[in-house]
């Protein structure tokens, strides 16, 4: 193919499936069944390739458009891992085509309509620990396949409505089902409902206020702020302790971690009579 001649089309699948294909030529392209468009504004800065298996990396950029990708979606996560091929084509025959990248969306940040997205290679899994753990605490996420512990039932979680809340961060509810003062610590809260429907965040603080009601305070401030009414759904969280996991969830056959480990300060203070002397 000639140099006049190729562009760069992109192609993403998020993780609930919508494809949507994307082309800095100032035409539409169409191959492997997806239409490529060119209204979006989308670039990439040159891609940074390592021999052997370091990372690539390289950044995708963008106006935020109404019907592709909204500050909404970016702000609920909907974009996070999102799968990515690119490649170089001959706008004049789209089955002359390279693969120059394959990977993931990485970290994504948005600012005055626009967006810039981290692209990472296939071997970014290898920056990843890998195998077990070995620590006191439990190495399982709540709710994962070595956690087993089933999040849809109502001892674990509760579907509520918004009383009042004050910039996404701090939620009030005037009625709520009776836990125990800081059961949802660490744990979730999921907008069900309403403007900001889909965003979630980790619970920092959760308090019962006298007369019954509840005050629930996330780490970070949801984008968008709901209102008084909206749905959300709040999921107890785990601190990781082998007592947490035998007395508050009832599952300590399934604990991951290690909690007859003796401590660091245990193996290397000197005892009388012991090794360590």
């Not at 120059?100 to 692209?119: P, Y």
Request: glycine letters at 14%; aromatic letters at 8%.
């Amino acid at each position: 193919m000639s140099t006049t001649t190729v562009c760069r089309a992109w192609w993403i699948r998020r993780g609930d499936g919508m494809v949507l294909g994307f082309t800095d030529h100032d035409t539409t392209l169409n191959f492997d069944g997806v239409t490529f468009r060119p209204d979006h504004g989308m670039s990439a800065r040159a891609l940074v390739q390592g021999s052997g298996l370091s990372v690539d990396n390289s950044e995708a950029e963008g106006a935020l458009s109404h019907d592709a990708i909204t500050e909404k979606d970016l702000m609920a996560g909907r974009w996070d891992g999102a799968e990515l091929k690119m490649w170089e084509v001959d706008w004049r025959d789209g089955d002359r085509r390279r693969l120059v990248f394959a990977g993931s969306l990485g970290e994504i940040s948005r600012s005055r309509g626009a967006f810039r997205a981290e692209l990472r290679g296939l071997s970014e899994p290898l920056n990843s620990p890998q195998g077990r753990v070995y620590h006191p605490r439990c190495s399982a996420r709540l709710g994962d396949a070595a956690c087993k512990l089933n999040l849809t039932t109502p001892a674990v979680r509760a579907d509520v409505a918004i009383q009042g809340c004050e910039e996404g961060v701090l939620f009030r509810f005037a009625e709520f089902p009776p836990f125990e003062n800081g059961w949802f610590e660490r744990g979730s809260l999921l907008m069900r409902g309403g403007g900001a429907k889909g965003l979630q965040g980790v619970v920092k603080n959760d308090t019962v206020l006298p007369g019954g009601g509840r005050e629930i305070e996330l780490w970070q401030g949801l984008g968008i702020v709901p209102t008084a009414g909206d749905p959300v759904r709040l999921t107890a969280g785990c601190d990781k302790r082998a007592e947490t996991c035998r007395q508050k969830f009832g599952n300590f056959a399934n604990f991951r971690g290690f909690p007859h480990l003796p401590t660091e300060d245990w193996l290397m203070a000197p005892r009388a009579g012991g090794r360590n002397v």
